[in-house]
Every structure is written in C-alpha cells, then in structure tokens.
C-alpha cells in the first residue's frame, strides 16, 4: 500500500482549540486552550486520510491577529510548500479572522499544494462540538490531489469554500461560513465533490510572494453611517495610513460631508478603496462616486475586511490607483 499523504497542521489557537466549563457550554468558552499534540491525539481517525504532524505556530484568540502574525504564518507555509515531503498543510485558526488569514496566504504563497484553513463554531468539550468533522475534513482535503491549484480552502459544515470568497456570516450557528458565490464543492467522509473552481488569481498564479515580502503597510477601514463624520477619517490620515478602506452605504456610497475629507487624503497620496458596508453584491465603479475623477479604487466584491487584507498586500509594491484597481479586478 502506497504511503499516505503527510499533511501539517499548523495551529494557532480559537475554538477549534477551545475548552469549556461544561458539555452545556456551548458559546461561553475560553478559546486557544488545546495544544495541537492533544488535538491530533484527540482524533486518531485522521490516520486514514494522512500522515499528520501538528506545529504549535501561536496559541491565541483570531480577533488579536496582528499583520505580524500574518508575515509570520504565511513564511511558515511558504516553507512548508516547498518541502518535498509535505503534500498538504492545515491551518486551525479562530473563526473571526479566518476570512482575512485564508485570503491573504491565498494572495501571497506560491504553491499549487492544498492549502485549507479551518476553525470550529463550538469548543471540543462542548455538546455537538463541530471542530473534530472540520479539522477532519480539513485534513482530507488537503491530503488529495484534487485540491490541488483551487487556491486557499476552507472547510466548515462539511463545504469547501474559497478562502477568498467565504466570510463568518453568523455568530453562533455551526453554518457560519458562506459566500455569496457559493461553496466551490463538499467534503463527506473523505471524499470531496467538486461544483465550481475559482477564476480570481491566487497562489501560484499570484504576482505577490510572500517570500519576498518584508512588512505590511498600514490600511484601516472607516465604517459608513447616518450622521457620519470625518473624525475617523481625518484621525487614520494623520496616522500616515497607506490606504484606507471606505466601507460605504448601499452600493459604496460616501456621504456628502465625507467626501472632501476622503478628497484631501487622496491628494496626500494615500489610496481611497471605495467598499461597501452590506454583505453581498459588488461596488460598481464610477457609480455613487466619480471614482475616475476623485482618482479612487473600488473594491469590486470584496467585504472591507478582505479588501484591507488585498491593499496592504498590493501595496507592498508601487501602485498608482489604476495598477491599484486593475488589482482588486483580478484578485
Ligand atoms: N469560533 C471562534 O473560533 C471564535 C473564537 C475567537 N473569538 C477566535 O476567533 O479565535
């Protein structure tokens, strides 16, 4: 019998590593508790998918993620990749960062390798835990072939999802993650069945390389609403920030009062990225806003948080608003 794939799982903390009080606890918890050697011990069925070995990268909650952590996590997978012992890697993660981590190492790791990021909705000692099924599936994914050049995966509630596509889309319920294009294909019992592929461009395929990335500018998000001021706006321009994300009203829309403060910016040479605020759908450009004429990107389907995760990564080389759009057109 031929050896089975060696798959590396890479954990970094969240619920899929969390432990409560009681079996009844279901959402009060204390994340990032598990070490992966417990984990893996915990689920010796993972044996009949892949040879696994577990690396404790960090132990924390995904909401304290930093850009740091990032750089460091993605150089890890990087390295992985290229080993030719490694045929797949997992990451456990928490789930409220999830989305932005599986973007950005599908932006930035040239690999044509499975990549899938997991996490769970319930801690392991909970009633009806859903960690151990997504780290399993999570594991046989990325231990076959077939998911091989699909770009960043991730599994949750037995789907296959886009790392770039998906979002946490509900707080409690196991079917948090989603995406407004649909999951690319489902995961039972080790066998995956495949819909849909991605067409925006990713790892391998990707003008970035993590390996040739030293630091991640600043981009922050200010959030639009009735009422809305300039404070936050003027406050992330003084900062210095490199770009900053808008995420508008409706179809990205700016209120009147904001406008000249986003103008000033972008005269200062920062990037203004016109998002939007509502789930699903995409910013038209030249729409709402004269994005051609205020020298302003839109940030096509991307939720603001993604659409950060996508500027600082393109502005880690010179970009002028143009090479800047035709960016958030591909990725
Ligand atoms: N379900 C979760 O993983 C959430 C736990 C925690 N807030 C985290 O993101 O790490």
């Known amino acids: ?40 011990a915990g689920l010796p069925e993972l044996g009949q998918v892949a040879r696994v070995s577990g690396e404790q990268v960090f132990q924390i909650a995904s909401e304290s993620f930093t850009n740091e952590h990032l750089l460091t996590l993605a150089r890890r997978v990087s390295a992985l990749s290229k080993q030719a012992d490694v045929n797949g890697i997992v990451i456990t993660h928490g789930t409220d960062t999830l989305e932005e981590t599986a973007y950005f190492l599908n932006l930035v790791v040239r690999t044509t390798k499975p990549i899938v ?21 999570a594991v046989s994914v990325a231990a076959s072939q077939d998911a091989a050049g699909k770009g960043v ?32 294909g489902m995961v039972v019992e080790g066998r995956n069945y495949w819909f849909r592929a991605p067409v ?53 829309s700016v209120a009147a009062q904001a406008v ?28 709402e806003q004269p994005d051609d004429q205020y020298d302003w990107v839109v940030a096509h389907d991307l939720r603001p948080q993604k659409a950060r ?14 090479s800047l759009q035709r960016i958030f057109w591909e990725y």
């Open 309 to 322: 995760i996508l500027a600082m990564v393109a502005l880690t080389k010179p970009q002028d608003a143009k």
């Open 117 to 137: 990021v997991v996490g769970s909705m319930r801690p392991g000692t909970a009633l009806s835990a859903d960690g151990a099924l997504n780290l399993y599936d």
């Open 260 to 287: 000249p403060a986003l103008r000033a910016l972008r005269a200062n040479g920062v990037q203004v990225i016109r998002g939007a605020r509502v789930p699903d759908g995409f910013v038209l450009r030249n729409a």
């Open 153 to 184: 995966l991730v599994t949750l509630n037995d789907e296959i999802q886009s790392g770039r596509d998906v979002s946490k889309t509900v707080n409690i319920k196991t079917e948090a993650f989603k995406s407004q294009w649909g999951p690319l």
């Open 1 to 40: 019998q031929a050896a089975k794939p060696h798959v590396v799982v890479l954990a970094t903390g969240g619920t899929i590593a969390g432990a409560g009080a009681s079996a009844a606890n279901s959402a009060t918890y204390s994340a990032a508790k598990v070490p992966v050697d417990k984990l893996l």
């Open 200 to 252: 925006k461009r990713h790892t391998s395929a990707s003008e970035f390389n993590i390996d040739e990335i030293q630091s991640l500018p600043a981009v922050d998000i200010v959030y639009g609403y009735g009422n809305m001021n300039t404070t936050g706006i003027d406050a992330y321009g003084k900062a210095g920030v490199k770009a900053l994300i808008h995420a508008g009203t409706g179809n990205g």
